[in-house]
C-alpha cells in the first residue's frame, strides 16, 4: 500500500514539476525566421530594429501612411510572427492609420527568449522606437493587444498611456486560460509569468475596446467580458468567430473597432 502510495505521490511530483519546468514552451508559440523584407509584404512598409533596455536587437516593420490619422502599436497574441499579422496592417493603412508590427524576442528570428518581463521590455522599445525615432506624439498612439499581447499592452498603458487601446480576446490573467485548458493541475500556483489584464486596465484611464468572438474556444467570452467590465470599455462581440478566424484577425468589425479608437 505505501509502495502504491509513493508511486503516486511520485507521478504526480514529476508532472508537476515537468509542467513548471516547461511551461514557458507552452505558452509561447514562435515561429523562426528570417522573414523577408517588410516592403515586399507591405508595400511601403520599412524594416526597423528595436533596441531593448536589455541590449536585444529586434527586428519590426513598420507601415508609415501619409498624413497618418494615428499609430498603431500592434502587439501580437503567443504564436506566429509578424508575416501573419500583414493583413490587419494592410486593412489599418486602408484607413489612414500607420502600423508598427512588433515581434517578440525569441519570435521571427529575434534573439532572446520570452517571458513576460521581457515582452514588457520589448514593447516598450516598440514605444521608444515611434515616439523618437518615427516622431509620434504618445497622444497620437492606439495600443492593439491581440490576445496575450493584451497583457502586454495594457501592462504598458499603465506608464505609458496611448489615445486608446484596443484588446482583442482578452483574459483576466493567464491562470485564467490556463486553468480552463489544465484543469487538473495547479496552475495559478505553477505559473511563472501572471499577465493581468484586468488589473492593468483597473489601473489605467486610456478609452478602452474589447473586442471578442463569441465562439472563442482558447480565450472563453466570459473572461473578455470581465476585462471589459473591468475597463469600463466599449465591447464589440463578433458572432460565431473563433479564436485564430480571420474576423479577429482583419474583419470588418474588428477593424472598425480600430479606426473608432483612433477617432
Not at 490556463?178 to 486610456?206: C, I, M, N, W
Not at 465591447?235 to 473597432?257: F, K, S, Y
Amino acid at each position: 500500500m505505501l509502495i502504491g502510495l509513493s508511486a503516486v505521490v511520485a507521478v504526480v511530483a514529476l508532472v508537476l514539476g515537468a509542467a513548471y519546468v516547461f511551461q514557458r514552451q507552452l505558452v509561447y508559440l514562435p515561429t523562426g525566421g528570417p522573414l523577408p523584407a517588410a516592403a515586399d509584404v507591405l508595400p511601403g512598409g520599412r524594416d526597423v530594429t528595436l533596441r531593448t533596455a536589455d541590449d536585444l536587437d529586434l527586428g519590426a516593420w513598420f507601415l508609415p501612411v501619409p498624413e497618418s490619422r494615428g499609430t498603431v502599436l500592434v502587439a501580437p497574441g503567443n504564436g506566429g510572427d509578424r508575416s501573419m499579422r500583414a493583413p490587419l496592417a494592410r486593412a489599418l493603412a486602408e484607413r489612414g492609420l500607420s502600423v508598427l508590427l512588433l515581434d517578440y524576442r525569441g519570435y521571427g528570428g529575434n534573439p532572446g527568449s520570452p517571458s513576460e518581463e521581457g515582452l514588457a521590455l520589448d514593447v516598450r522599445a516598440a514605444h521608444d522606437f515611434l515616439v523618437r525615432e518615427a516622431g509620434i506624439a504618445p497622444d497620437e498612439l492606439v495600443y492593439y493587444g491581440e490576445s496575450l499581447g493584451c497583457g502586454v499592452v495594457a501592462e504598458l498603458a499603465t506608464e505609458r498611456p496611448p489615445a486608446a487601446m484596443v484588446l482583442r480576446s482578452p483574459f483576466t490573467e493567464l491562470a485564467a486560460v490556463g486553468q480552463r485548458h489544465y484543469p487538473f493541475l495547479p496552475v495559478k500556483l505553477l505559473l511563472r509569468d501572471r499577465f493581468p489584464v484586468t488589473e492593468h486596465v483597473s489601473a489605467s484611464k486610456a478609452p478602452l475596446t474589447v473586442v471578442y468572438g463569441t465562439a472563442d474556444a482558447i480565450v472563453p467570452p466570459e473572461l473578455s467580458r470581465e476585462v471589459a467590465a473591468a475597463g469600463a470599455a466599449k465591447i464589440v462581440e463578433v458572432p460565431g468567430a473563433g479564436h485564430n478566424d480571420l474576423a479577429l484577425l482583419a474583419g470588418d468589425r474588428l477593424i472598425d473597432a480600430v479606426d473608432q479608437a483612433a477617432g
